[in-house]
């Protein structure tokens, strides 16, 4: 599941198509934020980018509606955004299927009113036994398993903690774990992919794109790590 911040470029909807062709089985939107929390600092600068264009999530949702991706998408954004009346038909009126809310803790979920978008949790190394279980029984769709403590980023090497996460995951729940940040090059996702069912990439993919790299160079890029998932170094 490559990432792109909604509104960074003013053609950002054709990488929607770029990585579909390129292998993508889901694309995650970011609704760009002003306070992004958990996102490091090449996914604020595309957030900062985008807002500075003049974007927002009504019109990131309208641009999607106009735009057929070909692979499901996935929402993600912070907890003021996905609380906010009438968000959920936004969701659906842009073709939106999953949503992903970082800052919504799980005991606050039931405040979150989005009929018709499957809710993914996250997972973290620190979540304690007890509320994993509880993840993975409400989570939707599939749960996101944040493989390393801290912010969204490149990294030079999978974090040593994304293994156990991952088989932790797998024993509270039969839905997809999909392993992200930190996952930067091909071999990482082949490495992340052996333990989970998935990979979420977002920094890599955007640090290329705030740097220039148009769709097809994007694109080329989330190739690559589709063969990386598909080669001989994966175990399933």
Known sequence: MPYITGGVRPDW??????FADA??????????????????????EASCAALAR????????AELAATRAGVP????????????????????????TGLIVPDLPLDELAGLS?????????ASPATPDDRLAEIGRRS??????????????ERDQLAPSAAALAARVKLVTGLPVLLGFGISAPAQAAAAAA??????????????????????????????LRAALDGPAVVR
């Not at 003049?54 to 949702?61: E, F, H, N, R």
């Not at 977002?202 to 690559?224: N, S, Y």
């Open 13 to 18: 909807t054709a990488y929607l198509a770029a």
């Open 114 to 122: 989005v009929p018709g978008i499957e809710v993914a949790l996250l």
């Open 195 to 224: 333990v989970a069912d998935g990979v979420i990439v977002g920094a890599a993919i955007m640090r290329r794109i705030l740097d220039g790299a148009g769709p097809a160079e994007a694109g080329a890029f989330v190739a690559a």
């Open 54 to 61: 003049g974007a927002t999530p009504a019109s990131v949702l």
């Open 73 to 96: 998408l996935i929402a993600s954004t912070y907890a003021n955004i996905a609380l906010r009346p009438g968000f959920a038909g936004d969701l659906r009126r842009a073709g939106v």
């Open 23 to 44: 292998g993508a089985d889901l694309i995650e939107v970011g609704l760009p934020f002003s306070d992004p929390t958990v996102d490091g600092p090449t996914i604020q």
């Open 140 to 153: 939707q769709g599939f749960v996101y398993a944040v493989s390393v403590m801290g912010t969204t980023g």
